[in-house]
T-cell receptor
Framework: NAGVMQNPRHLVRRRGQEARLRCSPMKGHSHVYWYRQLPEEGLKFMVYLQKENIIDESGMPKERFSAEFPKEGPSILRIQQVVRGDSAAYFC????????????FGPGTRLTVT | GENVEQHPSTLSVQEGDSAVIKCTYSDSASNYFPWYKQELGKRPQLIIDIRSNVGEKKDQRIAVTLNKTAKHFSLHITETQPEDSAVYFCAASKVDSNYQLIWGAGTKLIIKP
């Protein structure tokens, strides 16, 4: 059973470009969470999704950021018109059907905005 | 809503000594408390968790204790080793929040040789 997959592992974008981060949850997991982590800082919750639904996006900036988890395919975190402050590690985690709490993390995508 | 506070932010202990990291939570309905370890440049990984129906859980050198009355839980690492150096995060969740985890800010544990 493959773990949580994220790609790309490293992404470099110039200011104003778009960044697309992908997350494939573990097999059988229908809950996906996205977190942002700045160097030397903790995990900041961004958004929680189930298949085709956004459950909680309270941690995600209202502008430029969006997330989806379609019926087929990976979850996508999209950042439009990136700025230097978007540079961070973005982790996704998945968990099994509701009723279980463990979150399994992917290796993260390190976004650098130049 | 739930709030989780974690102390200390940095902890330095001599190799072989014990380390204790404490977290407090605000919502008495929280019923699941995991601890994650994140090594430098790596992903967070679950190391131990506890549910509200037990007061203590052990796994080799790691233990977690839960005091529901005081609303705090602690991670205990005994006989610390260099590979224990990492950032440790506590979290809390409850049934009616879709099991979302509310995270502490993290503790950087440094094991001195």
């Amino acid at each position: 059973n493959a773990g949580v997959m994220q790609n790309p592992r490293h992404l470099v974008r110039r200011r104003g470009q778009e960044a697309r981060l992908r997350c494939s949850p573990m097999k059988g997991h229908s809950h996906v969470y996205w977190y942002r982590q700045l160097p030397e800082e903790g995990l900041k919750f961004m958004v929680y999704l189930q298949k085709e639904n956004i459950i909680d996006e309270s941690g995600m900036p209202k502008e430029r950021f969006s997330a989806e988890f379609p019926k087929e395919g990976p979850s996508i975190l999209r950042i439009q018109q990136v700025v230097r402050g978007d540079s961070a590690a973005y982790f996704c985690a998945s968990s099994p059907l509701q009723g279980q709490n463990e979150q399994y993390f992917g290796p993260g995508t390190r976004l650098t905005v130049t | 809503g739930e709030n989780v506070e974690q102390h200390p932010s940095t902890l330095s202990v001599q190799e072989g000594d014990s380390a204790v990291i404490k977290c407090t939570y605000s919502d008495s309905a929280s019923n699941y408390f995991p601890w994650y370890k994140q090594e430098l440049g790596k992903r967070p990984q679950l190391i131990i968790d506890i549910r509200s129906n037990v007061g203590e859980k052990k796994d080799q050198r790691i233990a977690v204790t839960l005091n529901k009355t005081a609303k705090h839980f602690s991670l205990h690492i005994t006989e610390t080793q260099p590979e224990d150096s990492a950032v440790y995060f506590c979290a809390a969740s409850k049934v009616d929040s879709n099991y979302q985890l509310i995270w502490g800010a993290g503790t950087k544990l440094i094991i001195k040789p």
